[in-house]
């Protein structure tokens, strides 16, 4: 695949000319329903008016419209080469969800072992289409596109993979499906869009959860009525879309202290900015905590009456315990989820414990006074949610 070329002087004229570039790219022009458009527009407008981009940030970020907008077209060509895929049964997923960095990424991975779920591998989320056999994926051009992709984000940002590796080839968040419908929270984490953050937080995400959906049937359709195993933390800001459009779904709810969960994902995001923008780094970490802390407890406030609303479909999961004894907790899901824990899964999940892929990276460090609040200035934010399940750290030292 070729670089992506150099941004355009004025982000919010070059509408057209990013449908341009996508369409000589990927070789196709049909982008689907017409609801992406709203969003698009004003994530351009957003990107002049809101960040301070460095020329390196420019190309980046117009490099990520570029494969957004790319992996819908590659979606809707997809679509249209494989009739009938839209005939394919969602049946009964299992779907973790839960503020960022609340155990969400291990869970899905360690679970991801079991040959009895599918789920959305990196590679198919930057290019949808039926997935292929898994012996032809390292000769494929969009694996080894994506292989490329994130090998060179991991060079330039090394200190991201110790605190949420990415692979090509391993499951990953539906996330990077719903961004490709510009409706997403995607956006407003990569770099300054308070502008478009404002009009996202006003959107319906149906489109997106419909997209999402269609997704799931057009990368699924070579494996019918094999069980989908999901994962995104943002689905607790939509969990009544999420039932809405999976009636049936089983949802896996991880719970941490606040106060470690929210700094650790603002450190995340943080670490990508000297790239991305000049200047104003504090004040950008200032406001992305406040943000952060306000968004995920409306959230929770948001999904509690419909998790009451579908109480027997949603499984509460503590951080701390996963993190003491993963496989108690594995025992507790498949009870829930009425799957049998063959020995063969248990010792594959036992070995991936063992080998402990996400700490392979190093430490993830991180210190809540680089963002101007207080670890009880978090707690406050959310409420009762932290009595509600015990969060709230031991004298004598949190809870990990």
């Known amino acids: 695949m070729p670089k992506p070329p150099a941004p355009p002087e004025r982000f919010r004229t070059a509408f057209d000319e990013l449908h341009e570039v996508v369409a000589a790219r990927i070789g196709a022009s049909d982008f689907g329903d017409d609801d992406y458009r709203l969003g698009l527009e004003v994530l351009l407008e957003s990107m002049d008016y809101d960040a301070t981009f460095t020329e390196q940030g420019r190309r980046a970020a117009w490099g990520g419209l570029i494969d957004a907008l790319g992996s819908r077209a590659i979606a809707f060509r997809s679509m249209a080469e494989n009739p009938g895929y839209d005939r394919q049964?969602?049946?009964?997923?299992?779907?973790?969800?839960?503020?960022?960095?609340?155990?969400?990424?291990?869970?899905?991975?360690?679970?991801?072992?079991?040959?009895?779920?599918?789920?959305?591998?990196?590679?198919?989320?930057?290019?949808?289409?039926?997935?292929?056999?898994?012996?032809?994926?390292?000769?494929?051009?969009?694996?080894?596109?994506?292989?490329?992709?994130?090998?060179?984000?991991?060079?330039?940002?090394?200190?991201?993979?110790?605190?949420?590796?990415?692979?090509?080839?391993?499951?990953?968040?539906?996330?990077?499906?719903?961004?490709q419908t510009f409706v997403s929270n995607f956006w407003p984490c990569g770099w300054s869009a308070a502008t478009y953050d404002a009009w996202w937080q006003c959107q319906d995400e149906m489109p997106s959860y419909r997209y999402l959906r269609r997704g799931l049937q057009l990368i699924g359709s070579n494996d019918p009525g094999k069980r989908w195993l999901l994962k995104n933390p943002s689905h607790v800001l939509h969990l009544d879309l999420l039932f809405a459009v999976f009636p049936d779904a089983l949802v896996i709810h991880t719970h941490r202290d606040p106060a470690k969960a929210v700094p650790s994902l603002c450190a995340l995001l943080m670490q990508g900015y000297p790239a991305m923008e000049k200047g104003r780094k504090d004040q950008r970490a200032h406001t992305m905590i406040r943000r952060e802390t306000a968004k995920w407890a409306h959230?929770?406030?948001?999904?509690?009456?419909?998790?009451?609303?579908?109480?027997?479909?949603?499984?509460?999961?503590?951080?701390?315990?996963?993190?003491?004894?993963?496989?108690?907790?594995?025992?507790?899901?498949?009870?829930?989820?009425?799957?049998?824990?063959?020995?063969?899964?248990?010792?594959?999940?036992?070995?991936?414990?063992?080998?402990?892929?996400?700490?392979?990276?190093?430490?993830?460090?991180?210190?809540?006074?680089?963002?101007?609040?207080?670890?009880?200035?978090?707690?406050?934010?959310?409420?009762?949610?932290?009595?509600?399940?015990?969060?709230?750290?031991?004298?004598?030292?949190?809870?990990?």
């Open 89 to 179: 049964l969602i049946d009964r997923p299992v779907v973790i969800i839960g503020v960022p960095r609340t155990g969400t990424t291990a869970l899905h991975k360690l679970m991801a072992v079991d040959p009895q779920f599918q789920g959305l591998e990196k590679w198919l989320l930057a290019a949808p289409m039926p997935r292929p056999p898994r012996d032809t994926w390292e000769t494929h051009p969009y694996f080894q596109k994506e292989v490329d992709e994130l090998n060179a984000r991991f060079g330039a940002t090394p200190q991201q993979r110790a605190a949420h590796n990415m692979v090509a080839e391993e499951v990953d968040e539906c996330l990077w499906l719903q961004r």
């Open 299 to 400: 959230g929770l406030r948001k999904c509690e009456p419909v998790r009451e609303a579908h109480r027997a479909q949603v499984l509460d999961v503590i951080h701390g315990d996963f993190h003491r004894d993963p496989m108690a907790t594995i025992g507790r899901i498949y009870g829930f989820l009425g799957l049998d824990l063959t020995p063969a899964v248990e010792a594959a999940m036992a070995a991936r414990i063992a080998a402990a892929p996400e700490a392979a990276h190093g430490v993830h460090s991180y210190d809540v006074a680089d963002f101007g609040v207080t670890e009880d200035e978090i707690r406050e934010g959310f409420g009762s949610y932290i009595d509600q399940f015990d969060l709230r750290p031991a004298l004598k030292g949190a809870r990990p």
